[in-house]
């Protein structure tokens, strides 16, 4: 694949640099994969209040899948590098401490439980121990950094694929009708909110980096496979019970640092295969919600676009209270993520809240606060 070459005609350090950056994450993936196979495994603009006053008697609940965006520490209980339940990530968090979360802060899910929904301060992850009946009364997040709609993007990192996450769900309402009982239980289901939030790995990783899927897909064949997937699991949930159900686009992935860095563009600008495909993936989906809306009796599903909000940060930080909106605070910024951004990391910035980056890829809280904001504050009514 072309991707992973160093081009004959880039002799300079920064292509060659690019071109072993690419490898590297090449090998690291295609260790994993092997392995898992031998094992068959401006607030002030914005937000700045809530936008409605919620109770737990109209949303009683909060349930989310996906994957880093919204995985509040689950990967901490799974055997993959895919982690970052260590420093620095974290510092920015209630007692600087490192959770699993994947910025210096909270996460969309802790801003929308809290701020929004006000149903509670953190929204948890489902494989903490340490979980009671209370916690599950009121959701708890079974997102995996590393998923994907399409199976293979779990699979090679080793997290929990959208099937894992159905399967704890089930495991959920279970618990639930033993604490509460069934009529009850029916009530917290369908009158709760369902997140679902991933397809930024599928394409930035498993399509464009990995050599698995481009021999056997184009752009448009992979979107449609990533189509399938989201629409056989939201009518998943929908037989599980659940009737409010929101589904976040994929961004402009080709404009996160990493992207930026791995597309060999010396002016560090957007990788638009990446954004291309991200669109076409979002224009499917939304169709898709739409005929499933029509199809689903009682069901209300909402598109939420970040697309536009995150694009909109990314072109015009300063409105935003930003200063730096191309590069991430932890390390250089350009590369650093997961394990690559770790205690030994150098140059992280001193204030994470003026870079819409924590790192090379995952947004910062206070970016996260902004885009949660923007993208909730004029949807959350439409679930009722």
């Known amino acids: 694949m072309n991707e992973f070459l160093i081009s004959p005609a880039a002799n300079s350090a920064p292509s060659v640099c690019i071109g072993l950056i690419k490898v590297f994450f090449f090998v690291i993936i295609s260790i994993l994969y092997g ?66 979360r994947f910025s210096n802060g909270r996460i969309p899910t802790d801003i929308l439980a809290d701020e929004i929904l006000n149903i509670k301060k953190l929204l948890p992850a489902y494989l903490d121990p340490s979980l009671q009946l209370k916690d599950l009364l009121t959701g708890v997040s079974f997102a995996s950094g590393g998923s994907g709609y399409d199976p293979l993007t779990s699979q090679v990192v080793s997290v929990l694929s959208l099937s894992d996450q159905l399967e704890m769900f089930k495991d959920v309402i279970r618990k639930i009708k033993a604490g509460v009982g069934e009529s009850r239980a029916g009530m917290i289901v369908s ?9 930024s790995d599928d394409i930035a990783n498993t399509y464009l980096t990995t050599p698995f899927r481009q021999p056997h897909y184009d752009i448009p064949a992979y979107t449609d496979l990533m189509a399938e997937s989201a629409s056989s699991f939201i009518q998943d949930l929908y037989k599980e019970g659940a009737r409010r159900i929101g589904v976040v686009s ?30 076409l993936f979002n224009s499917k989906l939304s169709s898709l919600l739409t005929s499933l809306n029509n199809k689903l009796p009682q069901a209300t599903l909402l598109y939420l676009d970040i697309y536009n909000p995150l694009l909109t940060l990314i072109q015009n930080p300063a409105t935003y209270g930003l200063e730096v909106a191309n ?27 003026t870079y819409l980056f924590w790192d090379s890829y995952h947004p910062s809280e206070k970016a996260y606060q902004l885009i949660t904001h923007m993208v909730f504050d004029h949807k959350i009514n439409n679930f009722f």
Do not use: W
């Open 191 to 199: 009158k709760s909110i369902f997140l679902i939030c991933l397809g």
């Open 250 to 279: 994929i961004p402009p992935i080709g404009c996160v640092p990493s992207q930026r860095t791995l597309s060999g563009d010396i002016s560090r600008g957007c990788n638009e295969q990446g954004n291309q495909a991200a669109i």
């Open 35 to 100: 392995h898992n196979n031998n094992n068959n495994n401006n607030m002030g603009v914005i937000g700045a209040t809530k936008v409605m006053t919620l109770n737990q008697t109209v949303v009683p609940a909060l349930f989310a899948f996906g994957d880093s965006i919204i995985d509040p520490g689950n990967n901490n209980y799974l055997k993959t590098i895919v982690k970052c339940n260590f420093p620095p990530y974290g510092r920015n968090f209630i007692g600087g401490i490192p959770t699993g």
């Open 327 to 353: 590069k991430g605070c932890c390390g250089t910024g350009n590369i650093e993520v997961s394990i690559l951004c770790n205690p030994f990391t150098k140059q992280s910035c001193n204030d994470a809240s």
